[in-house]
């Protein structure tokens, strides 16, 4: 397995060939473009396809049409672009097609700016486009996880049929660092038995959204229903460090999980008996783990995050009143220091009960 330096963009690339994706729609975006940069240098040198889309709409719904094929797809943007890709999204959903949006957050609402965020947390897990579906949402922390978890999500998505997200923060999408480069694997599905591809095999397949009788979409959306259960159940995934006998948990993912993962250790240096849990994936969300830790020595929990509070209401749903859960975030590209979130972890453990911003 070779090492290379490169940044977590281009990790993207890296692992989405090595996962046997073969298609690549686009449309350059600050602070993501060098997705799409890596993608046009590699898919075609590999025998892929990259097309730069006229639009993020068109993208989204090229990545439709060959993940109907049953081919590997991906796509990705920026917050304001992935905003576009709603409803391909949705379609995509409706229709059961495997395919990979990234996503690398930038300041928002609107055209905000370029600095990293994680405002876009509501649109990713609660389903930015229309209809009852969910979207497999990945969280990496480090360039080697853009890699690794972009060849997770093109698994879950063919497993579950289902697109699946990665959702990074510029800062992670920017930062460069040493990466165990995969060998290349089979794609380990074989999508015959749905996919339309013109030949014998497959001709009478269809491949669609629309179900125009009630009863037939009611039904369609309880199969949804239940495949998502399905995934909720088996596909959790979050790291602890410390936690075993933390009176403060505190949650965060991606580059705050960085900055969190150090200030546990300085503030157990002063005494304070601190531990993170890092949600993986952020649906399915960890919560039953939350709910054990709520029981157990656990005095209250806290979720930092670079946005006004948005995964600590699914804290709050996990922990369900038996701790208090407290709030920190930074936001329009603003990234906490370790010292002032030791300090917002001396006030909650000495009294201050009161919610921080």
């Not at 799409?36 to 889309?53: D, K, V």
């Not at 949705?90 to 229709?95: E, I, P, R």
């Not at 369609?220 to 410390?242: G, Q, W």
């Not at 531990?275 to 930092?304: C, D, H, N, Q, Y």
Request: glycine residues 10%.
């Amino acid at each position: 397995m070779a090492k290379k330096f490169m940044k977590g963009n281009d990790s993207i690339i890296v692992g989405a060939l090595s996962a046997g994706c073969r298609a690549y729609y686009g449309y350059p975006i600050t602070p993501a473009s060098e997705i799409a940069h890596a993608a046009a240098l590699h898919f075609p040198a590999l025998g892929g396809t990259f097309i730069q889309a006229e639009s993020e709409v068109a993208a989204i719904n090229m990545c439709y049409g060959t993940a109907g094929m049953g081919i590997r797809v991906m796509t990705a943007s920026s917050s304001p672009g992935v905003s576009l890709k709603q409803e391909g999204l949705s379609y995509a959903a409706g229709a059961e097609l495997p395919l990979v949006i990234v996503n690398i957050n930038r300041g928002g609402p609107g055209l905000g700016n370029i600095a990293p965020e994680q405002s876009d947390y509501f649109q990713a897990t609660k389903g930015g486009g229309h209809g009852s579906y969910r979207l497999i949402v990945l969280a990496p922390n480090s360039a080697q996880e853009m890699c690794d978890l972009t060849m997770l999500a093109f698994d879950l998505a063919d497993r579950y049929r289902n697109p699946a997200m990665v959702l990074a923060d510029g800062f992670i999408g920017q930062m460069m660092e040493a990466v165990d480069v995969p060998q290349a694997k089979p794609v380990p599905y074989d999508h015959s038995s749905w996919c339309v591809r013109g030949d014998e095999a497959t001709r009478r397949n269809v491949v669609s959204s629309i179900v125009l009788d009630p009863h037939h979409l009611e039904a369609h959306n309880l199969k949804l229903r239940d495949k998502y259960a399905a995934c909720a159940r088996d596909e959790v995934r979050c790291e602890e460090y410390r936690t075993e006998d933390a009176d403060l948990i505190v949650v965060a993912y991606g580059i705050v999980s960085r900055i969190v993962y150090s200030t546990v250790d300085e503030a157990r240096e002063r005494g304070l008996k601190v531990g993170l849990l890092r949600p993986i994936t952020l649906w399915p969300f960890p919560s039953a783990r939350l709910a054990e830790l709520a029981v157990g020595r656990a005095k209250a929990f806290l979720s930092v995050e670079l946005n006004t509070g948005q995964m600590v209401e699914d804290v709050r749903l996990a922990v369900f009143g038996k701790r208090p859960v407290h709030f920190y975030g930074r936001c329009g590209g603003v990234v906490p220091g370790g010292d002032e979130i030791v300090a917002e972890y001396a006030r909650l453990l000495k009294g201050g009960g009161h919610e921080s911003h």
